[in-house]
Each structure stands twice: as C-alpha cells, then as structure tokens.
C-alpha cells in the first residue's frame, strides 16, 4: 500500500535535487511549493499536472512522476487499505457513481470513509462482491448525525457508504 505522506516527501526531495541543480528554474520550485502545500489527498486538484503538461513539459524525469503521483492519489480508492472495500469503491468509481465526501467523516473515527451519492442495496453488495467476515454492515438512520448505510471493515475501521434511499 503507497502511503501519501511517504511518496510526497520523495518527491520533495527530488525536486530539491532538480533545485539544486537547476537555480533559475521557476517552474520546478513553484512545483515545491504546491506539492509542500498539500496536507492530504483530499487537496490533490489537478494543479501539478496542469503545470508540468502547461510549462515543464517532460524535459525533467520529476515531472512524469508528479503527474504519477497526483494520478494514484487523486483516486480515493487507492488510499483504502483494505482489499474488499478498494475494489468495492473502484468498482463505484467506474460506474461513475459521484462520491460526496472523502475523509475522517467525525472526530472519533481515525479511519477515512467514502460517501457515494448512491442508494446502497447492502445484500445484493455483499454477494456480488463476496465480501468476507471482517465487513460489517453500517445502518445510521439518525437524521441529526446523517442517514447512510454501508460497509466497514472491522479491522481498518474505513467505511463505504451510501444512501439510504
């Protein structure tokens, strides 16, 4: 599993090596700056990609692996640790099912959650997906904490939800 903060700081460094060895080059540090700027997958936009195809073009090997990385993260999915629930979100994203939030969905929960704006028929899920043991079914039907249903891994915590209708 790629780790964001891992990965980032790679390439931070190898853009200070660009840096380094190329002074006057605007284009590679204002590509520092944007990629030290981002927190989280969450900020991940498009803006790395835009300036490497717009300005840097591929005339330094950092570049392809900037737009690499803004690829892979950009893609929720790839950050969710667990296997059933990865391929259950893919499988959502390619249906072009549009996703209403990513994250830490409250404060007690350290594990990231995916919301997608899609009512969820939880059996029928589970058996196309052969999901296992360690997913549990989530219903919430409190109107002031939210109405989802969904999947959570029991040994991640990270969820996939839905709409309940």
């Known amino acids: 599993m790629r780790n964001f903060k891992t990965e980032k700081d790679k390439l931070l460094s190898e853009l200070e090596s660009e840096i380094k060895s190329h002074p006057d080059n605007e284009i590679l540090k204002t590509l520092y700056r944007n990629l030290n700027s981002h927190q989280s ?3 991940l936009n498009g803006v790395l990609s ?3 195809v717009d ?19 950009s893609d929720f999915s790839n950050s969710i640790r667990s296997d059933e629930l990865r391929k259950l979100a893919k499988k959502l ?3 072009n099912i549009r996703i209403t939030f990513y994250g830490k969905a409250w404060s007690e929960n350290h594990s990231d959650w995916i919301y997608f704006d899609k009512v969820f028929d939880l059996k029928k899920m589970r058996e196309n ?4 043991d360690s997913i ?3 219903q919430n039907f409190d109107n002031k904490s939210g109405l989802e ?3 959570i891994d029991k040994n991640t915590n990270e969820g996939i939800m839905g709409k309940v209708k």
């Not at 840097?56 to 892979?72: A, C, P, R, S």
């Not at 997906?129 to 296992?132: T, V």
């Open 41 to 43: 997958v969450n900020e």
């Open 50 to 52: 835009r300036i490497i």
């Open 55 to 73: 300005s840097l073009d591929y005339e330094f090997q950092i570049g392809q692996k900037l737009i690499e990385f803004e690829n892979f993260f």
């Open 93 to 95: 994203i390619k249906q």
């Open 129 to 132: 997906f052969s999901l296992g």
């Open 136 to 138: 549990i079914e989530h």
């Open 149 to 151: 249903i969904g999947f």
